[in-house]
């Protein structure tokens, strides 16, 4: 029997149907119906509930948001309304709404791995870890709370834990894709790449187009120094979910390596700034082979750049401006697939990046205080690293032997407000450590590029300093952490690095144990700063 008119219905007629246009997909005339249903009953939750449900499959999520608050607000036990509204959230990234709304329910395995994953987004691991540890323990078997559990450990460096928890995940999950990848990453973190590459083997064969393993296997493969697979595979980075980059700009076809003589090619960024310096090093290749070059830059690299690549018209990325008629083009990450085939590849040239030799003067004067012969220490100490930044840190209470040096001064080249950590570091070992706040590495990198040419050397942790100062061939001590938070680019238990030829390598030898490392920096540095 056909339902009467739209015009004409009941109103519990108008809500069947307005289900079976939500159905089909058919969301604008369901959201009306839904509406025309809420106009004659205001507090109708249920209506109110399937509202939110069309809104959502709409991906109008604020209004999704809306309608389940109103249906939970004359329906308080509303179950369903409160799983939706959870979801919404989630698509919203509302975490600590999603948090507020699950915390005083009953607590379930699922509801506390929603929890604890609404945590790890805030950036708050141990209430993160808090919670997947409830939730394991509610469901033994709670393969996303193990699996997320085991991603948190592998961060923080408890390799077996992790594995641990992540066999569990994949004996009770299916599809186990997330578990896997997870598993994958702690052989990799553990320095067990053959084990990781053979389990993201498996996961592409499953799934060939699982972008996120393709890049993870990128990064394993090229650590290991294999690069022509891992440059191919690398190219997946720009297939990962919520990647946002020049790859669909131009028109004009990729360059392959073909002769460039005479030819216009732009070479356009995708990086963060310090991944963006280290690929930069390829840019004096590009050039020697006779490329008529436009470089597509970060705003902030621009005016170090136009300086540094003075045969190359550099233009900013944000806004991007016409760069004209081109003939190829080419990402900074595919560079490497034609540059960087072999370690021989690696030319020796200690530097590529050029700073203002009138501002690198003035401050480094200023710095030494009338003693030319005094010589200066450049120091960082801190990554911002989103994903990393415990394991890539290191406290300058943990500096003692390398701020004990005698007859130095230390410039702080630590981009963030971390100046009471100085003065403490300063009041505690008796040393000077020079904070110039002129300086704002995080927008001028080229004034920070003259403060780091003023050293005579730098030691640093793994981050945009290091790039800066091995770009300009400043002497640099690296101190690079064991487990998760190692970079592909320092490959796999070098001290040196061919990207950059003045630096050297000081690695952990267990994960979150800096002691070695630093001690190694600190001979390194009484050793002389030539």
């Known amino acids: 029997m056909s339902l009467p008119p739209r015009q004409h219905m009941s109103g519990a007629d108008a809500y069947r149907e307005a289900l079976r246009l939500d159905g089909l997909g058919k969301y604008a005339e369901a959201q009306k119906l839904c509406q025309k249903i809420l106009k004659a009953a205001p507090k109708h939750a249920d209506v109110h509930h ?53 915390t005083p329910l009953p607590e379930t395995a699922d509801s506390l791995t929603e929890i604890g ?66 598993l994958a990453m702690v052989h990799d973190v553990a320095g067990r790449a053959e084990q990781a590459l053979e389990i993201y083997g498996r996961i592409i064969a499953a799934t060939p187009d699982h972008a996120l393993a393709r890049f993870q296997r990128a990064m394993t493969l090229l650590s290991m120094g294999r690069f022509p697979e891992g440059w191919k595979e690398y190219l997946w980075r720009f297939r990962r979910p919520g990647t946002h980059t020049l790859h669909e700009a131009f028109a004009m076809p990729f360059w392959n390596g073909e002769p460039l003589a005479g030819r216009k090619l732009v070479v356009w960024t995708e990086q963060g700034p310090g991944d963006e310096i280290l690929l930069a090093s390829m840019i004096a290749d590009v050039l020697a082979r006779g490329a008529d070059l436009t470089l597509v830059a970060s705003p902030r690299l621009v005016p170090l750049f136009r300086r ?130 002129s300086i704002d590495s995080l927008r001028d990198i080229d ?15 793994s981050n945009t300093a290091v790039h800066v100062a091995g770009g300009l061939g400043v002497p640099t001590s690296v101190l690079v952490p064991k487990a998760f938070g190692k970079i592909w680019y320092w490959f796999q238990e070098r001290t040196d690095s061919p990207w950059y030829p003045s630096l050297t390598l000081h690695r952990q030898t267990h994960a979150g144990d800096w002691t070695g490392a630093i001690a190694e920096a600190a001979c390194t540095l009484s050793g002389g700063f030539a």
Request: net charge neutral; hydrophobic share 45%.
């Open 50 to 102: 399937l509202a939110g449900v069309v809104y959502f499959h709409a991906g109008k999520y604020d209004d999704a948001i809306r309608h389940l608050k109103d249906a939970l607000k004359y329906k308080p036990d509303f179950a369903e309304a409160v799983g939706n509204l959870a979801k919404a959230y989630y698509r919203k990234a509302k975490w600590r709404e999603l948090i507020a709304l699950l």
């Open 447 to 461: 004034g920070f590029a003259a403060q780091v040419a003023a050293m005579d050397r730098v030691v640093s942790v």
């Open 308 to 437: 540094s690549f003075p045969a190359a018209r550099v233009e900013s990325s944000d806004p991007l401006r016409q760069v004209g008629a081109q003939d190829l083009q080419v990402s900074f990450s595919h560079l490497g697939a034609v540059l960087r085939r072999s370690f021989d590849d690696f030319p020796r040239e200690r530097a590529f990046l050029k700073a203002d030799e009138t501002q690198r003067a003035e401050l480094r004067a200023a710095y030494q205080e009338g003693d030319p012969a005094r010589k200066l220490i450049g120091i960082a100490w801190h990554s911002a690293n989103p994903t990393a930044e415990a394991q890539k840190s290191v406290t300058l209470q943990a500096w003692a032997p390398i701020l004990k040096t005698p007859g130095v001064t230390f410039v702080s080249l630590q981009y963030g407000d971390h100046v009471a950590d100085a003065r403490a570091a300063e009041a505690a070992f008796g040393c000077k450590i020079v904070t110039d706040r």
């Open 117 to 182: 994953y609404a945590h790890e987004q805030l950036g708050d691991q141990a209430e993160a870890e808090k919670a997947y540890r409830k939730a394991v323990a509610r469901d033994p078997s709670a393969a996303a709370a193990h699996s997320n559990l085991g991603a948190i450990l592998t961060r923080r460096g408890d390799v077996e834990a992790a594995a641990a928890h992540l066999e569990i995940a994949l004996a009770a999950a299916a599809p186990p894709s997330t578990a896997l990848l997870n």
